[in-house]
């Protein structure tokens, strides 16, 4: 088989702010539904950002474990 065979069409995210309200805007292109897929490049991005913003593997932590409980029940 050829690689042309199995060539995939691009997914995207969108994102875009709304300062007024303090939130992000997360849009996924059509073919981008696997949840976990989904998941994995949210935290992924998170992970990134927080390290390029120079914080420590424990205070990612910290701000984990401090946010989830207020996250989840925000979004239940």
């Known amino acids: 088989m050829k690689r042309e065979d199995f060539k995939m069409e691009d997914k995207k995210i969108t994102l875009t702010t709304d300062y007024a309200n303090s939130s992000i805007n997360i849009d996924f292109s059509d073919n981008l539904t ?4 989904r998941g994995y490049i949210l935290s992924a ?3 990134s950002y927080a390290i390029s ?3 420590s593997k424990e205070e990612i932590v910290e701000m984990i ?10 979004n239940n």
Do not use: A, I, K, M
Request: proline share 0%; hydrophobic share 20%; no cysteine.
């Open 45 to 47: 991005s998170f992970l």
């Open 53 to 55: 913003e120079g914080l």
């Open 34 to 37: 696997d949840e976990g897929e």
């Open 65 to 74: 474990s401090n946010g989830y409980d207020q996250f989840t029940s925000e």
